[in-house]
C-alpha cells in the first residue's frame, strides 16, 4: 500500500513540475485609478525579464534592478514639462513621438533620462524617469505598453 501511494505522490509530483515548466508568463501588468479619474493598465514585457510593482508610484526593474521609476500627473502638466526641460541648458531632446497611441518625450539632464507620456483618449500623464543608462532606458520604455482601460 505504501509502495502505491509514493508511485502516486510521485506521479503527481512530476505532473505539477511538468506543468510549472512549460507555463510562461509573456507579460506582467499594473492597473491603477489614477487622481485624474483614469483608469490606465501598465504592461511590462516579462518574457523579456521585466518585472513591475503593483503599487503607486510603480518601478519597472529587470533582474532586480530599478529601470524606470513611474508615477502620474494631469496631462494639461505636460507642455509645462517640456517648456521647463527646453528652458533648462543642460537638458537635450532624446526622442518624441507616438507609440501605442500614446504621445511621448524624452529628455535626458545629466545621467537621468525622463520620459512624459500623454495616455491617449484621457487626462492622464505618464512620468518615467531613470538613472539607468541611455540604452537600458530606452529598452525598458519600449519594452512597457501604457493603456487606458475602460
Avoid: H, Q, W
Wanted: glycine residues 6%; proline residues 1%; aromatic residues 10%.
Amino acid at each position: 500500500m505504501l509502495k502505491k501511494i509514493l508511485c502516486i505522490s510521485a506521479a503527481a509530483l512530476a505532473l505539477a513540475v511538468s506543468l510549472t515548466a512549460c507555463s510562461t508568463y509573456l507579460e506582467k501588468s499594473g492597473t491603477y485609478d489614477v487622481e485624474t479619474g483614469d483608469r490606465v493598465k501598465i504592461t511590462v514585457d516579462a518574457k523579456a525579464g521585466y518585472d513591475i510593482t503593483l503599487e503607486a508610484p510603480f518601478v519597472i526593474s529587470k533582474d532586480d534592478e530599478t529601470i524606470l521609476n513611474g508615477t502620474f500627473l494631469y496631462s494639461e502638466y505636460l507642455e509645462e514639462y517640456k517648456s521647463a526641460y527646453e528652458a533648462e541648458p543642460t537638458a537635450s531632446l532624446v526622442d518624441e513621438g507616438e507609440k501605442d497611441g500614446n504621445e511621448y518625450f524624452c529628455y535626458a539632464v545629466g545621467d537621468e533620462y525622463d520620459y512624459f507620456v500623454k495616455v491617449g483618449d484621457s487626462n492622464t500623464a505618464v512620468i518615467l524617469a531613470s538613472t539607468a543608462s541611455e540604452e537600458e532606458a530606452s529598452a525598458a520604455f519600449n519594452s512597457t505598453v501604457i493603456s487606458l482601460e475602460e
